[in-house]
């Protein structure tokens, strides 16, 4: 299984304030709510599904939420697995 995800954030996510999950990377979370560390702090966090029709047929897109993250287009995210525990860093 794959124990980390890295993506450069988009204008679509700072805007509604998510991180993007690519679908094949949806086994490394849990499918209920979780919490991640950042900077010795514990955010809670949920993965939302989201029907979309950028292309046919009409598919899902996984965004994760963050309470008290904010997401900058432009930044990278990371986020490493680490036996059960989720961090995240923001470069
Ligand atoms: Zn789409």
Not at 45 to 57: D, F, M, R
């Amino acid at each position: 299984m794959k124990d980390s995800y890295r993506r450069k954030i988009g204008i679509e996510e700072e805007a509604e304030n998510f991180l993007f999950i690519s679908k094949i990377y949806l086994p490394m979370f849990p499918k209920k709510k979780f919490r991640i560390n950042k900077d010795k702090k514990k955010f809670d966090c949920e993965i939302k599904a989201v029907l979309c029709s950028c292309v046919l047929p009409e598919h899902r897109h996984y965004h994760l939420y963050i309470k008290g993250i904010k997401f900058k287009k432009g930044r990278l995210a990371e986020i490493h697995l680490k036996g059960k525990s989720y961090s995240l860093s923001i470069k």
